[in-house]
């Protein structure tokens, strides 16, 4: 297989595929055929390029982080999504399979969210559109997250709190999926990650490409920077912001690192490492590295960072994986948080606790990384985290 | 020919309608779900869906989630859910079909899956995230260890999909009568008619409806569209509410009884 999969089945390799119920299968069917067409559409292209360059505020700069780099002893390059609109490189999907929700004549548009990030960035896409907006979110996020929630409110989308399970972002996603499955006739789901039955994975990556395609061009233009980066990093929850910047660069040769979330360690079962610490199975859809129980009962996942708690990860993360094309790491939460102060107090940007994971592992990767040339993918900044942090401090204080 | 076969044959040639109930496995305990199993077989059922639960049930409300989690916090595993369904089809002596999501499954190990139904005595299988495009390879294994697979058939399936489940000989078509996950309707589904006559045009595999099937009215209204007609979230609703296993007992017998008579009436 090349790296431009997955198949016509929807796999990367044995991973991926549709294992949806068969009310959805139709739905599927059609968003497969619709993105087709719209991919190869120069109108669609020429409506999504103005909106990501008016709207999203694309390209988004390429940075050079020079005390960090001192501090570190690399070279430190940051590819800024952290100041596309709504704060995160989440936008770049919602504005294209919403635009996408529009060609197919959806009039109603959910989505799941975690920390809320997604849940904006849908909100914000939809209220562009004038499309209904409904936003799942687990209601221990919605307690965690209130400034997300208002948010999203004041975009004009219905947050709606999810109970079931463990009341965390993979509930979310079940119940957006089961909301799906009565109103798929009229109604578009916009996932947030590279994630889900096919062709979601297909579509997000194609939508996030941009990041990876847009570090290309602004390496070749710049003077002072080589082409062509040593390493380039980025944090791996669902896997979509990885997925954007890696793509485009998986035949380069370039060293490829995926940082997911060790939480309070690998051994502590209370994690959120699908790739280094959990086994192929089916989650929401595709086949994955996923965090399971003996019996394939789907086991929790805990990060400080809310966009990295989730028990599984992108089908094509799966087959990189496995292929040996990308190197996956982990990162606990106290190393993420060191690192979250760390480019706060030396650079002047809060990033986001998800991209904090990737410059933590930068970090105690450093000696072996002497001298290098790394591009961070900086997926978010860190407003949302502020209030978490907060209260993580005043209770180990 | 195994006896749910049989008994579709027969329903399909006296233009009866087979009445099966739903319960999640282990709910509320294995021995109690034993004797609610027996007293719906007593009230007129005649064979039984039986759910290993799952974490996360995508196609399942509310009622049948909540089941799930207290049947999974009480215990309830793929032995025990094996071990349920040879005493359910050794005690009421009634065909039973094994219900599960797909990922339990391939953990377990898909050939060991379905033998160990086969050696339950289960008649067919039921993964409910795996639609005909992924079940080759589930269908073989089925096929192999002598128990049946069971493809759904949803209001919204396209016809080049339905001649898909067609051909691949299900035991039956399971056809979802409404939009939406399991759960109580206060209204018949308005889908039934037509997509039963779709199946039926096209092919003689039998058709059992699911989803929605709340009660006596729902179930006499799908009925003569069917060969067979599911029962489940408001079996599971009325175990959940219940104070005690021989109150769950009676409010599931009754529920069954009217069932029948409207179905049979």
Redesign the interface.
Known sequence: MTTTGPDV?GRFGEYG???????L???L?QLEQAFTDAWADPAFHGELDELLSGFVGRPTPLYEASRLSDALGVRLILKREDLAHTGAHKINNTVGQALLAGRMGKTRIIAETGAGQHGVATATACALFGTECAVYMGAKDVERQALNVYRMELLGAEVIPVT??AATL??AV?EA??DW?????NTHYIIGSVVGPHPFPLIVRQFQKVIGEELSRQLAAHEELPDTPDIIVACVGGGSNAMGIFHPWLDSGVELVGVEAAGHGLTSGAHGASLVAGSP?????SRTY?L?D?????VEAHSVSAGLDYPGVGPEHAYLRDSGKVRYEAVTDDEALAAFDLMSRTEGIIPALEPAHALAWIDREKESLAGKTVVLNLSGRGDKDVQQIAAIRAATT | MTGLAAALGRAQKTGSTLLLPYLTAGLPSADASLALFEAMSAAGADGFEIGIP?????????VI?RAG?EA?NAGM??DGGFALSKRVVTSTAKPAILMTY???????GLSAFCDRAAAAGVDAVIF???????AEPFSEAARASGVGLV????????DA?LEAVIAAEPTFIYG?AD???TGERSTASTHVGHLSSRVRSLSDIPLVLGVGISGPEQAAAAAPHADGIIVGTAVVRRVLEAANVDEAGRATAQLIEEIRAAIDG
Do not use: C, W
């Open positions: 089945r595929g549709r294992f949806a119920p068969e009310t299968m139709p739905a069917e079931s399970g993979k509930d079940s999926m089961r499955v009565g109103t798929v006739e199975g089916v989650l929401h859809g996923m399971q003996e019996e394939g009962q789907v | 799952y974490t996360d049930p995508l196609m399942d409300g509310p989630q989690l999974l595993t793929l797909v990922n339990p499954v391939l953990r377990m409910v995230d795996v639609p005909v495009d992924e493809l759904f058939a949803s209001p919204t399936i396209t999909r979802i939009l939406g996950v």
